[in-house]
C-alpha cells in the first residue's frame, strides 16, 4: 500500500529554484515550501490517499495533488497538479 511506503520519507524536490522539503508521518506531512533566493514557510499540512498510486495533500491554502506515483532508485517521481517532480529521498526512518 501507497501510505505503507510514504511514512516515515523525507523528500526534497529535485529542481533549479524551489525549496520544497516534506517529511510524512502517519497523520500529517511537514512541509518547508518556497524558494532559494526568496521567503520560505513551514506549514503542518494533512494528507489522504486518494488511489493506489495518488494523494492529496492540503491545509493552509496548499492544495498539492500528486498522481502517477513511482519510486525509483532513491528518488519519487510524480505528477504534481498536473506537472511532472522529482524528489530526492533524503531518508527513510
Known sequence: MLKEKIVGLRLSI???DSVED?????K???????SKSGPLCAPLLNYKITGA????????G???RWTQIE???ETLEV???SNPVVYRIV???
Open 53 to 60: 498510486d495518488s494523494l492529496v495533500i492540503e491545509g493552509g
Open 22 to 26: 516534506l517529511c510524512f508521518t502517519e
Open 91 to 93: 531518508s527513510r526512518s
Open 71 to 73: 519510486f525509483v532508485g
Open 28 to 34: 500529517f506531512v511537514t512541509a518547508t515550501q518556497g
Open 62 to 64: 496548499f492544495d498539492i
Open 14 to 16: 529535485v529542481g533549479d
Open 79 to 81: 505528477v504534481r497538479n
